[in-house]
Structure formats: structure tokens, C-alpha cells
């Protein structure tokens, strides 16, 4: 087995050079039109604070045109639908207007308003929450439900709801009542700046309830929200900050949200630290405290003052010589306690190795962003004394190195889940899992290959090149970039269809797709998307 491996990864070693040596301009263009094709595609748009309303708007004004509709029914309706268009038409074609409104809390046919009640005008009236039976039409409110309480009590109500920042759905009063109050007539009833509160509140919920649309995490916040029109992948804000769209951490593609999430608990728990003493220390049987041996024979004494064995953790006397305690003998074998700590050492030297090669990859990732900076100078020191623009190669290839270097470092932490026990241990058997992970880990080998010869060749003074000098660092830095684009793509497909393609596991384990061109760059809301 391991010499048909090393003989396959020779191979494969062989083929990437032979590609090399075929690399040539049409090998360049191409590679630029994939860059250029890329860039052109988006199916993110920002939203800033000042657009929030025009974006908000652009959706009610559809379901108002659609439905017939206020202003206040479309957007207590998307509410309830969390501003999904498509499926609260689905709901009224399927179920007909009646039914669409009462699940959403709305009345189809609302109740005649006492200023519009000639009789109204004529009677007291009485408030059923206050109680108080001497009040003038004019000093009550009838809702849409029907049900109608004094001003001063509704006042109320709404206060205490956009206070508790439960405005956008404000119930009405009436004991076992779901009707929504009218948005219009909660803002004539409450204060100014609770008003405006409450307006900021639904014009807010069109990111907080939507699907699509999500805050950019960036912190500071950056004030941004950006809308998909999907509900996955990965995105990059105008503040420059990169991020996965469905669980909002940083972006971490090849790997799945579940196996980030379980990576950073794992990483800042002390699962790791508990593992390393339960394999270097003993439990005193009196206090519980950890105690831990540097030398010296096997009867521990705490700084409780209680004795104990170090090969099996009973309490003991203190008489004792070298080799045994008196009274005391632990002779026997005790198979599960050994089981337990032979799976904890190794438990603790896999984590230990996916997690060193995860830091040093991540570490590297910071080195070769100051590159990329670097890089950029000298190209434009060098567009100043040729004046030429055309090393734009050299930034392209720096931009490659960032990513590829980034996608390296979450691969460790994709092959930690996707070939240990914790996920997919009964996804497949030993032989399949051990065959897998010797592909993966081959073409991983040739990826930080070719990224380290990437990152070679451009941590080089190009700057001061002559024009035969940078030619040549021209063709390395396109060869070594279309191979490491390409690896990097292999990868993702290796993954996608060979590693959790056949996996049946109940959790989803999607991941971003992989794009030449880097992380999608959300546009302007307004803008046209291609």
C-alpha cells in the first residue's frame, strides 16, 4: 500500500511538471479570461444605511402592485413571510386572500373606524382595559380586528412593545386576540421619538427578518448589510470584509459550517487541555485535584496530605520503598482505564498535528497578505520608471498566493472532521476512509508544493529587474499560478463529489464553491448584476 502511494504521488509530481512544461501564452490568456469572466458575475448587492429604504421599498412597492395592498399590510405580510416574496405568493394562490391575511395576523374586511360612526359621536364609551366608562369617541381607537380600548391605553401598550424591541409586531390588547395593530396608527399614537424608534424598527426588520439579507459581521460594524440572491456562499463587503453568508463567521471554505463551528469551540475550550491531563496526570482520590509526576517513585503525596499510587490512582498509606507501597498492590489490569488513556494520547497527538499545520498555514496567510501589499508597491515603482502598466501579473499572482495559502489551512481543518470519528464514523469503513484520506492528502502535498513556489518566486526584488529578469519571473509566477489554480479546483471537486458527495450524514455539509477570481465582491444596491 505505501509504495503504491509514494509511486502514485510520483507520478502525479511528474504529470504537474509535465504541465509546466506545456504552459504557454494561450495557457495565460485563458487563465486571465477566467479571472476577467468572474469578476463580471455577482449575485450580492451592499445596502448601506442610506439605501436601506429604497430596498425595503423596491420589495413592498412589488406586493402592494401585486395584491392591492397598503403600505402597512405588505410589510406586516413579508414580515410574517420573512420577506420572502415567492412564497407568500405561493400562499395566496394556494389558499386565497382570507387565509393568507388571518395567518399573518391582518383582517381582509376591517371594521368601520369611530370617526367614520355617526352613532359613535353620540355615546360615552368605555375602555375595557382602564375601565373607564365616560370617555368620547374621539379619545378611543377601534383597530382593524375590531376591538377598540382608549388612547391612553393603547399609548401604553405600544410604549412598553417598541421599548421591549418588539415593535415589529405589535399584538392587539384583546385577551387571546393575534391581530397586528396598523404600523400607521401605532406612530399617531405613541411620542415623536418612540415613533421614529418604531419606524427604524421596521425598516431594520428587512434585514433582521430576512432570509437573504444579512448584517456584514465586520467589526467595527461597518453599517453595511449585504442581499443575496441566494442563501449561501461566501462574500466580501465594501469594508473589505470576507465572510461566510450562512452562518456569518469568517469565510472558511473547503470547509462546512458545522466543522468550522466544532474547530473554533475546539480551539478555545479546554478539550485540549483536559486531554493533555488526563495523559499526564493523576486524579488525588481525596480532594480530585491533578497531580502531576516529573519524577521520582510511584507513591504521590498532594498538598492535601493524602497518599496515593501513581500506576492506579487508589489512596495508599505512606510506607513504602522503591518498587511498592505496603499494603497497597495494583497488580491487576485494568484494560478499560488503559484503553481510555491510550485513546486520549491519540486523540490529543491528531489534534495536536491538524492544529499546528492549520497555525502555520494561517500564520503564513498573514505573511503573504504584507506580500501582496509589498508586491503592489513595486509593481507601481515599476509602472513609474518604465511607464508601463503591464505587471499586473505579479499582483494577480499575489492575490492567487493569499487565497490558495487561506484555502490550505482550512483543508487541515476539513481532513481533521472529515476523517476522525466525531462526524462521519460510521459514514464509511476504515479501508474507504484510509483510501480517501490518501488522496486527499496527495493533492494536498502538491498544492503547498506549488504554493511554496509561488510565494518563492515572488518574495523576489522584481523591482529592480532588468526586462529579460522579469520576463522570466512573468512565466514562473503564470506557470506556478495556473497550477496552483487548478489544484485548488481539483481539490474542491475532490471534495464536493468524493468525499462528502457520498456521505448520507443528517447534517449539511455544503461549502462555497471555489472561484479563480477570489471571494464574490458585493456591488452597490442599484447596480446591475450580471
Not at 493523576?282 to 496515593?308: E, W, Y
Not at 476523517?419 to 490518501?438: T, V
Request: a negative charge; proline letters at 2%.
Amino acid at each position: 500500500m505505501d509504495d503504491d502511494y509514494y509511486l502514485s504521488c510520483e507520478e502525479d509530481e511528474e504529470e504537474k511538471e509535465e504541465e509546466e512544461d506545456d504552459y504557454d501564452k494561450d495557457d495565460n490568456d485563458q487563465y486571465e479570461q477566467a479571472h476577467r469572466d468572474e469578476s463580471t458575475k455577482s449575485t450580492s448587492q451592499i445596502i448601506t444605511n442610506e439605501s436601506l429604504v429604497a430596498a425595503q421599498k423596491e420589495v413592498l412597492v412589488r406586493v402592494m402592485e401585486l395584491l392591492t395592498l397598503k403600505k402597512s399590510q405588505a410589510r406586516t405580510l413579508l414580515i410574517h413571510y420573512r420577506w420572502n416574496v415567492d412564497k407568500l405568493l405561493d400562499v395566496y394562490s394556494e389558499r386565497g386572500k382570507e387565509s393568507l391575511f388571518k395567518t399573518a395576523g391582518l383582517t381582509v374586511f376591517a371594521h368601520t373606524s369611530l370617526s367614520e360612526s355617526r352613532y359613535s359621536l353620540r355615546k360615552k364609551m368605555t375602555c375595557e382595559i382602564c375601565m373607564d366608562d365616560d370617555l368620547q369617541s374621539y379619545t378611543m381607537t377601534r383597530m382593524d380586528c375590531g376591538h377598540c380600548f382608549c388612547n391612553n391605553c393603547w399609548k401604553e401598550h405600544f410604549t412598553v412593545k417598541i421599548n421591549e424591541g418588539m415593535s415589529k409586531r405589535i399584538t392587539c390588547m384583546a385577551h387571546k386576540c393575534n391581530a397586528i395593530c396598523d404600523e400607521d396608527v401605532v406612530k399617531k399614537l405613541v411620542y415623536p421619538e418612540l415613533a421614529e424608534k418604531f419606524d427604524r424598527f421596521l425598516v431594520e426588520s428587512y434585514v433582521d427578518d430576512n432570509k437573504r439579507v444579512k448584517w456584514c459581521p465586520s467589526t467595527p460594524h461597518c453599517g453595511n448589510a449585504i442581499r443575496r440572491e441566494d442563501d449561501g456562499g461566501e462574500v466580501e463587503c465594501s469594508c473589505g470584509h470576507q465572510f461566510c453568508f450562512s452562518c456569518l463567521s469568517e469565510s472558511h471554505s473547503p470547509c462546512s459550517c458545522l466543522m468550522w463551528k466544532l474547530w473554533k469551540k475546539k480551539c478555545e475550550d479546554e478539550s485540549e487541555t483536559l486531554n493533555w491531563i488526563t495523559v499526564h496526570t493523576r486524579m488525588c482520590p481525596k480532594c480530585s485535584k491533578a497531580v502531576q509526576r516529573s519524577d521520582g517513585c510511584n507513591l504521590m503525596t498532594c498538598i492535601c496530605g493524602q497518599h496515593f499510587c501513581w500506576l492506579c490512582g487508589g489512596a495508599t498509606g505512606v510506607s513504602h520503598t522503591w518498587t511498592t507501597i505496603d499494603g497497597h498492590s495494583c497488580g491487576k489490569f485494568k484494560e478499560e482505564k488503559v484503553r481510555q488513556m491510550e485513546r486520549a494520547k491519540r486523540d490529543l497527538k491528531r489534534y495536536t498535528h491538524y492544529y499546528h499545520q492549520y497555525r502555520s498555514h494561517t500564520d503564513s496567510s498573514k505573511q503573504e497578505f504584507k506580500l501582496r501589499e509589498s508586491v503592489r508597491e513595486k509593481v507601481a515603482s515599476l509602472s513609474e520608471k518604465t511607464h508601463k502598466s503591464e505587471q499586473k501579473w505579479a499582483s494577480n499572482g499575489a492575490d492567487l498566493l493569499f487565497r490558495s495559502r487561506k484555502v490550505l489551512s482550512y483543508t487541515y481543518v476539513f481532513a481533521f472532521y472529515m476523517f476522525g470519528e466525531e462526524l462521519f464514523k460510521d459514514e464509511m469503513s476504515d479501508e474507504e476512509r484510509e483510501m480517501k484520506k490518501i488522496l486527499f492528502e496527495n493533492l494536498q502535498q502538491q498544492l503547498i508544493g506549488y504554493i511554496e513556489r509561488l510565494s518563492k518566486t515572488l518574495n523576489q526584488p522584481f523591482d529592480y529587474y532588468s526586462s529579460d529578469e522579469l520576463e522570466k519571473m512573468n512565466d514562473e509566477t503564470m506557470r506556478f499560478g495556473i497550477v496552483v489554480d487548478n489544484l485548488c479546483k481539483e481539490m474542491y471537486e475532490c471534495i464536493e463529489n468524493e468525499l462528502l458527495g457520498p456521505t448520507v450524514a443528517g447534517h449539511n455539509h455544503s461549502i462555497a464553491p471555489y472561484r479563480s477570481e477570489g471571494i464574490e465582491k458585493a456591488i452597490e444596491f442599484g447596480a446591475d448584476m450580471v
